[in-house]
């Protein structure tokens, strides 16, 4: 399930997936990109729980590679390959060990698209005789991060370091669902006592998604209301092949966030109309039987 790691002051240290394997088994992917800072925020409070008698132990998986199979066909693609899988019980989220072509794997029903799709953790040194054996496949192409980035966007799931950094809180972002009813009620964790205000009051700032036309606004454009006033910022935002319009995301004014309000977007200089819309923008497809 997506989950985020806050920091002790209510902001988002990293974005990433967790899976219970087993009865005492998590098994978490991590951002690339955060991959250090994780991994020492995650070492620090294991050393201190341990400290006080606590019993766990992290393994970094670094002799292995991720491969992601999103699109509508995914399914029937990786099926003939890893036949131990009952993929019409396999629901979005869901995790298995299997072969996958031969290669022990762990897959996990999810992905970065807002399709149906899989995340599949291979053994490093059998990831390329896979990969090469999944665009065998007529139906797979390979995708690059261009491609990756506008399905996410029209997807509306965040990219950290643009739309998620350690000074928006989960609540800001919207993503206070990812925060089970227990822990929300109790508020026991890192950063706990501002998410718990800013649950009970309320926040100054909420993520939102814009529709615009013109140019489309990029990461730090600024949105203005109709009178041309600041109000907020993009955090990201592209041009959506799906829907062929400008899509982003970005935070503003709480007063400006309704789905409806007319504002607009700054790019180079030139104001656009733009309003906003409730995300996704494009419908997900993920497999919930």
Not at 174 to 194: N, P, V, Y
Not at 257 to 276: D, M, N
Request: aromatic share 6%; proline share 5%; with cysteine.
């Amino acid at each position: 399930m997506p989950t985020l790691a806050p920091s002790p002051q209510g902001g988002i240290i990293d974005d990433s997936v967790i899976t219970k394997v087993k009865p005492g088994e998590l098994y978490l992917v991590v951002n690339a990109g955060c991959r250090d800072k994780d991994l020492a925020h995650i070492g620090k409070h294991l050393a201190a729980f341990k400290a006080g008698g606590g019993d766990v132990t992290m393994t970094v998986h670094d002799d292995r590679a991720l491969l992601a199979l999103q699109g509508p066909e995914a399914a029937a693609v990786l099926g003939p390959l890893a036949p131990a899988l009952d993929l019409k019980t396999m629901l979005f989220s869901h995790f298995a060990r299997a072969d996958v072509a031969g290669a022990p794997c762990w897959v996990t029903r999810t992905g970065y698209t807002g399709e149906d799709g899989f995340e599949i953790s291979v053994p490093g040194a059998q990831a390329d005789t896979l990969a090469r054996k999944l665009v065998s496949d007529a139906r797979v192409r390979l995708c690059g991060l261009g491609a990756r980035d506008s399905l996410r966007l029209e997807a509306g799931l965040c990219l950290y370091g643009n739309d998620l950094n350690e000074t928006i809180t989960p609540v800001e972002a919207g993503l206070s669902w990812t925060i089970g009813k227990a822990r929300r009620e109790a508020c026991d964790f890192l950063g706990g006592a501002t998410i718990s205000k800013q649950l009970a009051d309320g926040v100054g700032v909420r993520r939102v998604g814009l529709l615009s036309r013109g140019a489309p606004p990029r990461q730090h454009a600024d949105i203005l209301d109709a009178d041309g006033n600041r109000v907020g910022e993009v955090s990201s935002g592209a041009f959506s092949p799906c829907l062929g319009k400008n899509v982003a995301m970005g935070y503003v004014q709480k007063a400006h966030a309704k789905a409806g309000t007319q504002l607009q977007v700054s790019v180079r200089g030139k104001a656009a109309p733009a309003e906003v819309v409730k995300m996704p923008f494009v419908a997900n497809n993920y497999y919930k039987g």
